[in-house]
């Protein structure tokens, strides 16, 4: 039997009910509201995806080492292999970072430490590939605006990327490395033309001399990843103890294109994607995690815009999900844990919940065309449209309204409570 | 994937992105029976393109002593063995011409868009290694030759030279594999050219192409390759007046084996027919040229003449059915193909259009137990405007050093 959900199985419906178009009205009053958002901050608190900046006076530290960073709590996070969209790492594995955030009046930064065995900051041969991290965020973000696809956001979502490399790192420390650095023993150049195509064209990877490890990227979907530099996007990055120790910072307005960071006006999601160099991951091998949401602490902020798994997913059973996912024949296309022997049509959903959000899942089994990732096998290049079936609103009896649905909203909320648990 | 056709395969392939086909596309025959691997086509390459900071290592042309030379080294063989492991005993073509194996997009992992490996450091440092080792016999004799000395039609020892640009495919894997779609085709010409603004140094070109002609610039971190000398191909060298010039390797290629040029596509992308086209002629009706290993499924564009004394298994894998076809007419070209080859290397403008006029016949011979007779044919070519470049007999004219001279040596 189904337990009674009472309320937040109405939360749940309102979520569906969203996602296919209706519109659902509620009027609360304002102290319902601070305690809805309190409730609603311990449970993203709960499922880990809530990381708190703390307010420190003063200039915020460049250094990670700064005795400042104390101030702030340390969040794990999780990080699985980015696998929906080739290219994308041949084999699926799970690492953890760790991240704190500060803020003052002006400025934002974070304190990202990723473990490494081995420190990658060099560029120099044509076989070597340099560590890097990542912190991206949607360029527009609040109630009711939903987040971008995970990542590289999506069209009409876009998001801010700020990359910090180790190779840029490097340049600003000793100097940039190019040809004449890496082969010291090599015979002088001869003659006065030299002619650096990267470089004369603008491109930002070519350029000698630096004064920021860290790039302002925009992206609206795979593919249209574009560097738009900001004078004040700042860090600085120490290999340590087999671990990058980063810092990014910047002013909470952008000098430039990039997110707004609005303290005091809710939640500002972020996500976070490394680079292992020594294992030649660049571009989509990367490891990747779902949206988060970075609570400005000292802020009376709402927290309505970050829908809590505990809300979408209220009363639903991830063991029937998971049962369900097997009869639907998911697997005939997906690869999940423990159920059958999973197709490689569809993207692996061993983390399914590391990397995706639940609304986002639930989206995504609904209605497979809201968001299309355009990779061989899922999807159509003719249409546009995704080769993944939809079994919303499907009755039993096609042509009779009142026979049974073959997938309930509940099921639907099962199955997305069976992916979210892949963790 | 989307399914696309490639002539070269006879057959739908897979390729990630929809069918769409350049207007005219460049294109190229070399006759590798006539490479004497002087390398001026890679010199000239290197000295007009290559010769800056982080290109050190580049040779967007290079030509290799074939069956073990290779730039990067073992670039085919390593390719080939990863097909034949993604696809054991498949890899083979039917009868009429169609391939039945799997081509680097359709035995791509997974995880890649294309079946590929990035050339280690090492493999790029030699252009040429093992240049000269032949193949192995068994021989008796002194001097190490084989027993009874050459054997026709192919030697039981054997190399030849592999003349290589990029093959500015119809269907690149280098744009394939950009995650950025930084790599572009040119709509004009369909020259492959990477975006040297928007690309990011991951290098998924390069562990894509299977031809191995994307190389990463260490100086400015971002990838280059061959530009099939557009500048020169549009015609904006101020040398040919405005006129399309063929690229530096083709013409300054001393054996005179090299004639590129541009053939007009259908928007199906097979070849208008265009019948005083000289690499129409040679590709589409003398077939006496091929591409490069066409079961790679990128339908590259510089065609080759065989090397007629090689063992045909090996021109097989390497050049395609037809390779038997191509070196008979070669070998005894038609009236017209055997005009058509006079075209090589009397200009560097791009020749559009030949006529020939019929002159008398020169000498009659006989080639494997045929009759063959040559005659004294011109063969004259046009720019694309319809004016006349040059005109050219297929006897070469005997200049008698005058007496006077005559002990100038």
Redesign the interface.
């Known amino acids: 039997m189904r337990p009674n959900t009472g309320l937040s199985s109405v939360a749940g419906a309102a979520t569906i009910a969203a996602l296919v178009g209706f519109v659902f009205f509620s009027v609360s009053p304002a102290t319902r509201a601070r305690a809805a958002d309190n409730t609603r901050l311990d449970q993203l608190e709960k499922a880990g995806d809530l990381l708190r900046a703390h307010k420190v006076d003063g200039v915020l530290p460049t250094d990670p080492d700064d005795a400042k960073w104390a101030a702030a709590s340390e969040h794990e996070v999780p990080l699985v292999s980015q696998f929906a969209v080739a290219p994308s790492a041949a084999k699926l594995t799970r690492s953890q970072i760790s991240v704190r955030a500060l803020y003052n009046d002006s400025e934002f930064a974070l304190l990202v430490v990723a473990a490494d065995a081995t420190k990658n900051d060099d560029v120099s041969t044509a076989g070597h590939f340099a560590d890097a991290i990542a912190v991206g965020f949607p360029t527009d973000y609040g109630e009711g605006i939903p987040l971008p696809y995970i990542g590289m956001g999506n069209e009409g979502r876009p998001v801010n990327v700020w990359q910090w490399k180790a190779a840029w790192q490097t340049d600003i420390d000793s100097g940039y490395r190019g040809v004449t650095e890496a082969y010291a023993n090599r015979i002088p150049r001869a003659g006065p033309i030299n002619y650096v195509a990267g470089k004369a064209a603008g491109s930002p990877l070519s350029q000698t001399s630096r004064t920021s490890p860290v790039e302002n990227l925009v992206a609206e979907g795979f593919g249209t990843l574009t560097s738009t530099p900001s004078a004040k996007l700042d860090g600085k990055g120490i290999y340590k103890d087999g671990a990058w120790r980063v810092v990014m910072k910047r002013p909470l307005k952008p000098n430039g294109v990039g997110a707004r960071i609005r303290v005091g006006a809710g939640l500002l999601p972020i996500t976070f994607a490394v680079w292992d160099g020594a294992a030649a991951e660049r571009n989509g091998m990367k490891g990747l995690t779902r949206w988060r949401f970075v609570v400005f602490s000292g802020e009376n902020a709402s927290a309505k815009q970050a829908t809590p798994a505990s809300t979408v997913l209220a009363g639903a059973d991830p063991a029937k999900g998971k049962s369900l996912v097997a009869a639907l024949g998911c697997t005939s296309c997906h690869a999940l844990p423990g159920v059958a022997s999973g197709g490689i049509v569809g993207p692996d959903l061993s983390y399914a919940g590391a990397i995706h959000r639940p609304e986002y899942l639930l989206e995504s089994i609904i209605k497979p065309n809201a968001i299309v990732v355009p990779a061989p096998g899922y999807f159509d290049p003719t249409s546009g449209l995704s080769t993944m079936p939809s079994f919303y609103n499907m009755r039993a009896d096609e042509d009779d309204p009142d026979s049974p649905l073959i997938v309930t909203d509940d099921d639907f909320r099962d199955m997305t409570s069976y992916l979210w648990s892949l963790r | 994937?989307?399914e696309v056709y490639n002539w070269q395969l006879g057959r739908n392939m897979?390729y990630?992105?929809?069918e769409h086909h350049s207007k005219r596309q460049f294109a190229a025959v070399f006759n590798t029976n006539r490479c004497i691997a002087c390398q001026t086509c890679s010199m000239a390459c290197k000295s007009t393109w290559t010769?800056?900071?982080?290109q050190?290592y580049m040779w967007w042309n290079n030509v290799e002593s074939k069956p073990y030379g290779g730039y990067p080294a073992n670039w085919d063989s390593k390719i080939l063995s990863q097909l034949a492991e993604a696809d054991p005993d498949g890899q083979k073509w039917s009868e009429d011409g169609t391939f039945d194996g799997k081509t680097i997009f359709e035995a791509?992992?997974?995880?890649?868009?294309v079946l590929g490996y990035?050339?280690?450091?090492a493999e790029?440092r030699t252009p040429n290694l093992y240049e000269d080792t032949s193949t192995k016999y068994k021989s008796s004799g002194k001097l190490g030759l084989a027993d009874g000395g050459a054997e026709l039609p192919a030697h039981k020892a054997w190399f030849f030279y592999l003349q290589r640009i990029c093959n500015h495919c119809s269907y690149p894997a280098c744009a394939a594999?950009c995650?950025?779609?930084a790599i572009y085709k040119r709509p004009e010409d369909g020259i492959v050219l990477i975006?040297?603004?928007?690309?990011?140094?991951?290098?998924?070109c390069?562990e894509a192409c299977p031809y191995k002609k994307p190389?990463?610039?260490?100086?400015?971190?971002?990838s280059?390759k061959c530009i099939g000398c557009y500048p020169r191909v549009e015609g904006s060298d101020p040398l040919t007046n405005g006129h399309p010039m063929e690229t530096r390797c083709m013409t300054a290629c001393v054996g005179q084996i090299r004639l590129q040029g541009l053939v007009d596509l259908n928007e199906d992308g097979s070849w208008k027919e265009d019948r005083h086209n000289p690499l129409y002629h040679m590709v589409k009706v003398a077939k006496v040229a091929l591409p490069l290993y066409p079961q790679f499924g990128t339908e590259p564009n510089i065609y080759y003449i065989p090397p007629r004394w090689v063992p045909r298994e090996y021109l097989t894998q390497m050049f395609g059915p037809g390779v038997e076809e191509a070196i008979n007419a070669y070998r005894a070209p038609s009236r017209e193909l055997l005009a058509v080859m006079q075209l090589f290397r009397r200009s560097q403008e791009i020749v559009f259009r030949y006529e020939i006029e019929e002159g008398p016949k020169a000498y009659e011979t006989k080639v494997r137990g045929e009759k063959f007779t040559m005659y004294n044919d011109t063969v004259i070519a046009y720019r694309e405007n319809g004016e006349e470049i040059f005109r050219t007999e297929v006897e070469e004219p005997v200049i008698v050093r005058p007496p006077e001279r005559s002990n100038a040596i």
Do not use: H, I
């Open positions: 994937m989307a897979e990630p992105y929809e010769f800056s900071e982080g050190e791509a992992p997974k995880n890649e868009r990035l050339p280690t450091n790029w594999a995650p950025r779609n975006d040297q603004e928007r690309c990011r140094g991951y290098r998924k390069m190389m990463y610039n260490a100086q400015s971190r971002v280059e």
